[in-house]
Nanobody
């Protein structure tokens, strides 16, 4: 299974960016999907997730600003990021899981992308 992110970049505080993630080599509709992020010197943290059935989950820090969605026909998951803040600056990682367990637990994801950088300037 391959997971590939695209999008990201540099944006000013208050702006918007979108990330997309394509999964190949497996049955996409069988995976719960999530976005995690990791800033320099910090642990990788949960951002948002979407279950097989479309239930949505968000970290408190992004709730109301970020939107996760999936398109099973295209094997893609998206993360729309609005009202961005400097503290959102991080590498953003797409993850797919065929494992049971907490949807926000990074240890329950078995397929990962290489990451996409998001930088928010103040």
């Amino acid at each position: 299974v391959q997971v590939v992110e695209s999008g990201g970049g540099l944006v000013q505080e208050g702006g918007s960016l979108g990330l997309s993630c394509t999964v190949s080599g497996g049955t996409f509709s069988n995976y719960k999907m999530a976005w995690f992020r990791q800033a320099p010197g910090k642990e990788r943290e949960f951002v948002a997730a979407i279950s097989l059935y479309g239930s949505l989950y968000y970290a408190d820090s992004v709730k109301g600003r970020f939107d996760i969605s999936r398109d099973n026909a295209k094997n893609k998951v998206y993360l729309q990021m609005n009202s961005l803040k400097p503290e959102d600056t991080a590498g953003y990682y797409c993850a797919a899981s065929s494992l049971s367990g907490s949807i926000s637990d990074r240890n329950k994801y078995n397929y990962w992308g290489q990451g996409a950088q998001v930088t928010v300037s103040s």
